[in-house]
């Protein structure tokens, strides 16, 4: 098993920025891919960025391209999702996630999940 606990979320106002931190625990070494994911009230839940472990291979959905980065932090078992230039359409509860899959692109890779975090962004 594997916990994953959220931290950094909150309000900013357009064009601010603010950094998530996931601190991963348990069982790590059965991973591959660790991402962020956001979902509205509007909204499925989505990809934001997604990381390889091994690699540190990156992706990152169109919509937050140059804006947002995904990190690791392999020695403390932490990723971080720095996003900057933050608009009102980032609006949500952002997940951490964590998985085995070899892709990593894909939602249904994860199956580790975070209780969450939300951002709020104010025009």
């Known amino acids: 098993q594997v916990q994953l606990v959220e931290s950094g979320g909150g309000s900013v106002q357009a064009g601010g920025s603010l950094r998530l931190s996931c601190a991963a625990s348990?069982?790590?070494?059965?991973?591959?891919?660790m991402g962020w994911f956001r979902q509205s009230s509007r909204k499925e839940r989505e990809g934001v960025g997604t990381i390889r472990i091994t690699s540190e291979s990156a992706n990152y959905a169109g919509s937050v391209l140059g804006r947002f980065t995904i990190s690791l932090d392999n020695a403390k078992n932490m990723v971080y999702l720095q996003m900057n230039s933050l608009e009102p359409e980032d609006t949500a509860v952002y997940y951490c996630a964590a998985g085995s899959g070899t892709g990593c692109y894909t939602l249904d890779e994860y199956i580790y999940w975070g209780q969450g975090t939300q951002v709020t962004v104010s025009s």
């Open positions: 348990g069982y790590t070494n059965s991973l591959n891919c």
